[in-house]
């Protein structure tokens, strides 16, 4: 079977292998560990190994490199980019530290190493509102997605200035369909992720991150729940609930792009070396930089 050369190769190496929650089912089967971005990220910076295989989307697998340099990271799947991280450059930080010359600029993780480069510090959608809370400043860019930013706005008397990216997956997803839901599922609590749209964040029960939203689901003495963030979420929560029950707000939340990656896409980092990250030195130690004064925000 696939799996027990993956797991022979694993140990030949010494690998370990990092999948979101996103990835397929048969993935999160054979990592060593799955998570959001920020414990993947943890994990990344932790783990004692010469290997990282990372099962998930470029900026991912950057920030694994970033936080690990002396360690070989492999993206499992070369193709996986996040159409969100690509809409933020450098100059339009740049730009928008021109307008906004007191301004800290927090980035959001699913960004490119040389936006996190030109940043002040990095957040994921679990600590955001603490990361700004954190710094002295009156007046916070937030790149690059206006979702998670006017979420985290709510939060803060800070003026939080928005760039204007988005994932394309949660905004796809509307408040017909969370009327639709409501009323094919009228018992059970509408969990999302903030990277959704105003109106369907604010028909939430509960609003967080993927972690967050798998552990409310847990702790939670509700039965059922319709799920506002992509469906690979699906996995881990019905696996940890055989007594309850998941819907899906709509079948649009699937991620093209984490779906990429396959086992044998595993077996040939781990066989062949294939998708090692190199990264610049120089934007690197600057885009590592704001990864690490991520982590160290309690
Ligand atoms: S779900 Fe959205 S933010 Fe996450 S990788 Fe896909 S496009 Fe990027």
């Not at 040389?114 to 007046?139: F, G, H």
């Not at 781990?270 to 998708?275: A, D, N, P, Q």
Request: proline residues 4%.
């Amino acid at each position: 079977m696939i799996q027990d050369r993956i797991a022979e190769l694993k140990k030949r190496k010494n690998a370990v292998i990092l999948a979101h929650f996103y990835q397929m089912p048969e993935i999160q089967d054979i990592a060593d560990f799955v998570g959001d971005s920020l414990e993947l990220s943890r994990r990344a910076r932790d783990v004692d190994a010469d290997v990282i295989v990372f099962c998930g989307v470029w900026f991912m697998a950057g920030s694994a490199k970033l936080l690990s340099p002396s360690k070989i990271v492999m993206i499992a799947n070369g193709e996986a980019g996040c159409p969100m991280a690509d809409m933020a450059t450098a100059g339009d930080v740049a730009r928008l530290r021109e307008m906004h010359p007191k301004a800290a600029v927090v980035t959001y993780v699913n960004s490119s190493v040389e936006v996190k480069a030109v940043s002040d510090i990095c957040c994921t959608s679990s600590n955001a509102v603490r990361i700004v809370e954190s710094l002295p400043n009156a007046e916070i860019i937030f790149v690059p997605d206006r979702n998670l930013g006017s979420y985290v706005a709510r939060f803060t008397d800070k003026k939080i200035i928005t760039f204007n990216g988005y994932c394309p997956t949660h905004h796809r997803v509307f408040i017909e369909h969370v009327d639709a839901a409501r009323r094919a599922q009228p018992n059970a609590e509408l969990l999302v992720h903030p990277e959704c749209v105003r109106e369907v964040v604010d028909a939430a029960d509960f609003v967080g991150s993927t972690a967050q939203i798998i552990a409310y689901a847990g702790a939670s003495s509700g039965k059922e729940f319709i799920i506002g963030t992509e469906e690979g979420v699906l996995h881990p929560l019905k696996r940890q609930n055989p007594d309850k029950r998941f819907y899906m707000l709509s079948d649009r939340l699937i991620c093209p792009n984490m779906k990429k990656t396959s086992l044998e896409d595993v077996v040939a980092c781990l066989e062949e070396g294939v998708g090692a990250i190199e990264i610049d030195p120089g934007t690197a130690d600057a885009a590592a930089t704001s990864l690490f004064r991520m982590l160290e925000v309690k």
